[in-house]
């Protein structure tokens, strides 16, 4: 059995399932419009800031958690086994960096499974993730708590990343037919990647509130080594205001 084979195996068998679990029948969670920022990974390039959409919630089976987006399947331990999908904003284009030669990477389009689970320490999240843009994959595991700090509500999270070497040399590797004078070849290999993240939820007027996350990556030696890196680690997050649908 293929894979398309069986992403559609698992959504019949979630439907089958539906009527035995209580999805929403109607959005909810919070939904509203952010600011993302980023520091920037490649030499010659600079931070930006941009406006996307912001969705955490579910609809019936299907769900958003502001950069993952999936369906949910089957029912497994305190949650249910997912698919999922990535919205990444990694990659870049080699007329802003100071190595015209390397070549445009494109951002990563990861698919594949997941889970939430709540437990009585917290929410972990677990996803394999085949990306379709470099042939790689991406391992995620993370722990996310609670905790009340007056009306705010904070969520830190501790995560490891798991990524494959093709996965990091599509954005950080250099070929023979990418590399210059100044821009040496670089085979990547694969990297594991601690993360550590704090969300904040402000509650404002009403259903509005305010969403804050702050997220550092600190890369191994796969991705600092790469000579079109100058970072250690990267520092990105977000603002949102958001709505809040019951």
Not at 17 to 42: C, I, K, R, S, Y
Not at 144 to 171: F, I, W
Not at 201 to 206: A, F, N, R
């Amino acid at each position: 059995m293929n894979i398309r084979h069986t992403l559609w195996a698992l959504l019949a068998m979630g439907t089958a399932t539906q009527a035995q679990t209580a999805f929403p029948d109607h959005f909810v969670g919070e939904a509203g419009g952010m600011l993302v920022g980023a520091q920037p990974m490649v030499q010659g390039t600079s931070g930006t800031v941009t406006a996307l959409p912001y969705v955490y919630g579910d609809w019936g089976r299907f769900y958003a958690r502001v950069d993952t987006l999936g369906v949910k399947t089957l029912p497994m331990g305190g949650g249910h086994l997912e698919l999922a999908t990535r919205v990444s904003t990694e990659g870049f284009k080699a007329h802003k960096t100071d190595f015209a030669t390397a070549g445009d990477r494109s951002a990563p389009v990861p698919v594949g499974l997941g889970t939430f689970q709540r437990t009585a320490v917290g929410g972990v999240f677990a996803y394999v993730f085949h990306d379709t843009t470099s042939g790689g994959q991406l391992l995620e595991l993370t722990w996310a708590g609670r905790m009340a700090l007056g009306r705010a509500t904070l969520h830190p999270q501790l995560g490891l990343e798991r990524r494959s070497a093709a996965y990091v040399q599509h954005l950080y590797g250099v070929s023979a037919a990418q590399s210059s004078s100044g821009l040496p070849t670089y085979q990547a290999g694969a990297s594991t990647v601690p993360v550590l993240s704090l969300h904040a939820s402000v509650p404002l007027q009403g259903p509005w509130a305010l969403q804050l996350q702050t997220r550092y990556r600190a890369w191994d030696s796969a991705v600092r080594n790469s000579p079109l890196v100058d970072r250690v680690g990267q520092l990105s997050g977000y603002a949102a205001l958001t709505y809040s649908w019951n």
